[in-house]
Nanobody, 120 residues
């Protein structure tokens, strides 16, 4: 199983970015029965869970991004997205997608980080 993250970049405060994370090496039914999401790690800070979505698509967000970020999943494409709006410099971090598949309960899969830089 591999997770390929993309979509990071540099924007000014108030701008938007959309991150994508595509899973490969896994069948669709297994992907559907998964929790997918995004963590981020800012310089000098611990990694924090930003957003996640379970099989039903119900999202969960850290308080600091509620109302600004939207997580969604396209099961047919085996992809999860993170739409980030109204970005602030505090959102600057490396963002990592993760997947937890019910079929493989003891393993969490991680994508490579994608860097998001927000300038004031």
């Amino acid at each position: 199983v591999q997770l390929q993250a993309s979509g990071g970049g540099s924007v000014q405060a108030g701008g938007s970015l959309r991150l994508s994370c595509k899973a490969s090496g896994i069948i669709l039914s297994t992907f559907r029965d998964s929790t997918m999401g995004w963590y981020r790690q800012a310089p000098g800070k611990e990694r924090e869970l930003v957003a996640s979505t379970i099989r039903s698509g119900i999202p969960n967000y850290v308080d600091s991004v509620k109302g600004r970020f939207t997580i969604s999943r396209d099961n047919a494409r085996k992809t999860v997205y993170l739409q980030m709006n109204s970005l602030t410099p505090e959102d600057t971090a490396v963002y990592y997608c993760f997947a937890h598949f019910t079929a493989y309960p003891t393993i969490d899969y991680w994508g490579q980080g994608t860097k998001v830089t927000v300038s004031s």
